[in-house]
């Protein structure tokens, strides 16, 4: 293990910036190697730049690389657009996120007399890019109710709507908790139609704004993706996908929730849609699977026959790479205590948990009586799912699977890719804030003005809140990519190809490659990158065939803090392998493999796995971790008076720090069917 200093650092910025000369460039297009494009490109981009492929005209970025380069994001961003958004309350719009994004300040908080915004909020830093991802089932109902002389808008549900913010997301809600959804009749007339039509103005809007936004020159300052959320909540559980397609060919409207009630019918839909538009492409993004109650497991509602698992399987490879790892509804890596999964207990899977298996949780049911919204208050012990789905997810509540966490999903994925030889839950690793006022990126702990309805003010996020918000949540995170270049084509690449990571909000840069005998001296070495790349796959790869009998992986691994003068220093690097074992059993391991006593700038290490079976299938990520720090609610109990502080600010009741890190995708090895001979 190695503490790297500032000489390294400084070299590694210039390899990501610059690269490392033309001489260990390589523009083939070989899994975990450089991108290429096999077709010409549009535009005024060179045919012979082979680093992306576009589909759209603009020009090529001035600062690119085949080494790649990181870029930080958000893909889960809500506006005023969104049925559910707090951003109503101060009229924040898909342009204004993109503002913000950029670092430009907007109206913000607190509210004045008149209702309207008196404050004004602006990120730290600008992003590098940003899907905004409003809710797509109803944004024409949320147009017909708030448009004051719509078709709707005097209707008793559009009152009740419009009466209070969260009565209006509770009463909308309440459509997508089924898993037979319709439209209000009320509002969207017998067969839908006032509403989609309603929805065309918003999304044709989200799209412009998004256009507008992204920075086609070649200083390639900014790259926005239009995007919306699918919803789907049956249940009271999550089922949520970010939609995100790569260039502004998308379909007419959104596939919503209410559309397509099943994820292979998203697709199926979205494919449909897609095959009208010449150049659209898309993938989805699940997130909060913490809150799934095992819905998200693959083959819900399938018969579960090898020819329909292997062609789930099929279709979620290609189009859902990736996963939310970490937003403001907490983190979603892996819990402690799955009976189905051997490994010892990991501390870190408890920051930031808003799921605890053996917890009593309290939280707010919901009914509708006779046309009346009812809530009650209801306690519940978190157990296992089992072979059953559950319920109340969404509220913090209901049973947890092997599925809802991501490290054990990866492991059933192994499991399931053993017996049918596709694995459909091979997903690299993101994280977003979801935050519904508009401000993407906007992740500081010291400086949280929270994310939700309710959520204004110090007091109010310190009361429990609905949908864990409240003082159950938190900023959220990043997105991280390694791409070329910042432009919409390459980004798009590197999300289809997982070479992406999230953090829970620092800007932390983590680098992750694996092969068959890296040498050990690369932490001191001015081609680590590029050895990375030549001699191995990075994060989101797959391993390649075991060179010999007796050959073991090795790992660079390799993060630096956040660039911020005043960022917390890096802890420690784990490395996090799953497997399934000779008697098939689910395992994990986390080791630390570099760290600090006092914090790092930049942890480098290269390490082999001493315990590798060559027969066994297996996925690694690495995992960088910070020195802890002050929770953002230890700053809200701070700016309260000491007298009149609510009880959360000193009976212990919530952590006053946590521990802030970023996760890489994983690489995977799956055992061929032979092993070579001594």
């Not at 297009?29 to 603009?58: F, M, Q």
Request: glycine fraction near 10%; aromatic fraction near 8%; charged fraction near 25%.
């Amino acid at each position: 293990m190695r503490i790297v200093g500032a000489l390294a650092t400084l070299w590694l910025a210039l390899l990501v910036v610059n690269g490392c000369g033309e001489d260990s460039r390589r523009e083939t297009g070989a899994e975990g190697e450089a991108p290429t494009a096999d077709a010409p490109r549009t535009g005024s981009a060179k045919a012979s730049d082979r680093l992306v492929r576009y589909t759209e005209e603009r020009a090529p970025c001035r600062d690119r690389t085949p080494l790649r380069q990181p870029l930080f994001g958000d893909l889960h961003v809500h506006t005023s657009f969104s049925f559910d958004a707090a951003a109503n309350s101060i009229g924040a719009t898909p342009t204004d996120a993109h503002r913000f994004a950029r670092g430009e300040a907007i109206d913000f908080w607190p509210l004045d007399e008149s209702g309207g915004p008196a404050g004004k909020f602006a990120i730290d830093r600008p992003l590098d890019f940003l899907a905004v991802t409003d809710h797509g089932e109803f944004l024409g109902e949320r147009a017909l109710c708030r448009t004051s002389g719509s078709v709707s808008y005097e209707t008793p549900f559009c009152a009740g709507y419009r009466a209070d913010e969260r009565q209006g997301m509770l009463m909308l809600g309440q459509v997508i908790t089924t898993e037979t959804p319709a439209r209000v009749g009320e509002v969207c007339g017998a067969d839908g139609g006032v509403c989609l039509a309603a929805a065309k103005g918003p999304w044709k809007r989200l799209i412009e704004a998004a256009e507008v936004a992204y920075d086609r020159s070649e200083a390639c300052s900014f790259t926005s993706f239009v995007g919306y959320e699918y919803t789907g909540t049956p249940g009271v559980s999550n089922y949520h996908r970010n939609v995100i397609f790569r260039n502004a060919e998308v379909p007419e409207l959104p596939v919503s929730y209410i559309d397509a009630p099943i994820d292979r019918s998203l697709w199926q839909q979205l494919d449909v849609a897609c095959n009208d538009r010449t150049g659209c492409d898309y993938l989805t993004i699940p997130h909060n699977t913490n809150l799934a109650n095992g819905r998200m497991a693959p083959y819900v509602g399938l018969e579960a026959t090898v020819e329909n698992r292997r062609a789930y399987a099929e279709v979620r490879l290609d189009r859902e790479p990736i996963v939310e790892i970490f937003q403001h509804k907490g983190a979603s890596e892996c819990i402690n205590g799955l009976s189905a999964v051997l490994g010892a207990p990991d501390e870190l899977c408890d920051v930031e948990a808003v799921r605890v298996l053996g917890r009593k949780e309290a939280f707010t049911a919901m009914a509708t009586l006779d046309g009346e919204l009812v809530t009650s208050e209801q306690v519940l012990e978190t157990t296992e799912c089992g072979d059953q789905v559950g319920a109340n997810g969404m509220v913090g509540a209901g049973c947890v699977d092997e599925t809802d966490f991501v490290r054990s999903a990866l492991l059933v994925g192994l499991q399931e890719e053993r017996a049918i030889g596709l694995n459909p839950i091979k997903l690299g690793i993101i994280a977003s804030t979801d935050t519904h006022t508009a401000t993407p990126g906007a992740v500081a702990e010291a400086d949280y003005r929270g994310a939700v309805t309710g959520e204004a003010t110090p007091q109010a996020r310190l009361e429990r809140g609905l949908l864990t918000s409240g003082r159950d949540g938190n900023p959220g995170g990043l997105a991280g990519v390694w791409a070329v270049e910042n432009s919409r084509d390459a980004i798009f690449e590197a999300m289809q190809r997982r070479e992406v990571f999230g953090t829970s909000g620092p800007r932390i840069t983590p680098r992750f490659f694996a092969g068959w005998g890296y040498a050990q001296d690369l932490c001191d070495s001015e081609t680590l990158v590029a050895e990375g790349y030549a001699r191995g796959v990075p994060m989101g790869g797959d391993l390649e065939d075991v060179p010999a009998r007796g050959a073991r992986p090795s790992f660079i691994a390799f993060a630096a803090r956040d660039s911020a003068e005043d960022a917390t220093p890096l802890r420690e690097l784990q490395l996090v392998k799953g497997w399934i074992d000779g008697e098939g059993a689910l395992r994990y391991a986390a080791r630390a493999i570099a760290g600090a006593d006092r914090g790092a700038d930049t942890l480098c290490a290269v390490v082999q796995d001493e315990t590798f079976d060559a027969t066994q299938s297996a996925y690694y990520y690495l995992r960088a971790v910070e020195e802890p720090t002050p929770r953002w609610s230890a700053y809200d109990c701070q700016r309260i008076e000491e007298a009149v502080r609510p009880p959360v600010c000193g009976d212990g009741s919530l952590p006053e720090t946590t521990v802030e890190m970023a996760w890489t995708s994983p690489i995977w090895y799956r055992p061929e069917q032979s092993i070579p001979a001594e």
